[in-house]
């Protein structure tokens, strides 16, 4: 039987933490996870974001049993029971595993919940922001795209970029120069009445809010289209929004200091619709 010696930061752990320590998910960003907001006690579009957990998790192979995910839904149950207002992550794991790339067939998923209190974050239905656009380019890799998987180091390198507090966001694109996403949100052009989002099918997340923008333009006659958009396209007369499932849908008056058109015609009644669904 082999050895393992293991410590973090100097100290020997043992149980949960060894556990932890040894996870796929840290070792190797073996997973999936959502990040969202518990407000007023209750996660919007909750059935939403589980079944893009469940359907990302599958898309890595990973599967989420019917008792994990029950399991979850109380400990969400416990959350509410202590806090009315959080940001929510849940993160799904191969769970621990021996060294190497090789998942273990015996290995089962591990669902970790993180939330931290937002009683002080401000309403920011209606508000503008300013973004910028990244350096850094996403590369290609169809088979995850549109997953939200652990593996975000070319987030955290675009998110490096800037450290103004003025700069709210950080649009990026990939090889090809073409627009994807921001480093934590999907976005779209609005030109007149009509909507334009990028493809999400060589790199970039699919988000739920994306998915709930979408759907309210169904919904009410809008017309939206998933297409790919140059960079050149932000520097028509157009406007643009940026979505997460945290910060809602917000409008963005400047790119690099540049003004865009401002705030569009249908926001308020789309923000209105997102924030009640």
């Given at each position: 039987m ?52 469940v ?74 922001v ?21 593996n ?40 007149g ?11 970039g ?59 569009p ?6 923000t ?6």
């Amino acid at each position: 039987m082999s050895t393992v010696f293991l410590r973090v930061d100097g100290e020997p752990v043992e149980g949960q933490g060894a556990a932890l320590a040894t996870d796929r998910g840290l070792g190797y960003g073996d997973g999936v996870f959502r990040t969202m907001r518990l407000r007023a006690g209750a996660i919007p579009a909750w059935a939403l974001h589980r079944a893009k957990l469940v359907a990302d998790a599958g898309r890595i192979g990973l599967a989420i049993g019917s008792e994990a995910l029950d399991r979850l839904e109380r400990d969400l149950g416990d959350l509410v029971a202590v806090c009315s207002e959080a940001t929510v992550r849940i993160t799904v794991t191969a769970g621990s595993g021996p060294r190497g790339y090789r998942r273990s067939p015996s290995t089962a998923a591990r669902i970790l919940l993180r939330a931290e209190s937002t009683d002080d974050l401000p309403t920011l239905a209606g508000e503008s922001v300013a973004v910028r656009l990244c350096d850094l380019r996403l590369s290609f890799q169809p088979r995850l795209a549109g997953v939200k998987h652990l593996n975000r180091l070319e987030q955290v390198l675009a998110r490096a970029e800037w450290d103004d507090p003025a700069t709210a966001e950080g649009l990026m694109l990939d090889v090809e120069d073409t627009l994807v996403c921001g480093t934590m949100s999907n976005l779209f052009i609005v030109e007149g009445e009509r909507l334009s989002t990028p493809l999400i099918d060589r790199c970039g997340v699919a988000g739920v809010q994306r998915h709930r923008i979408l759907e309210w333009a169904r919904r009410n006659g809008v017309e939206a289209v998933e297409q790919r958009l140059p960079a050149e396209r932000l520097h028509g007369e157009v406007s643009v929004l940026v979505s997460n499932s945290v910060l809602g849908v917000r409008w963005v008056s400047h790119v690099d200091q540049r003004a865009l058109a401002g705030k569009p015609t249908m926001f308020d009644a789309l923000t209105e619709w997102v924030d009640r669904a």
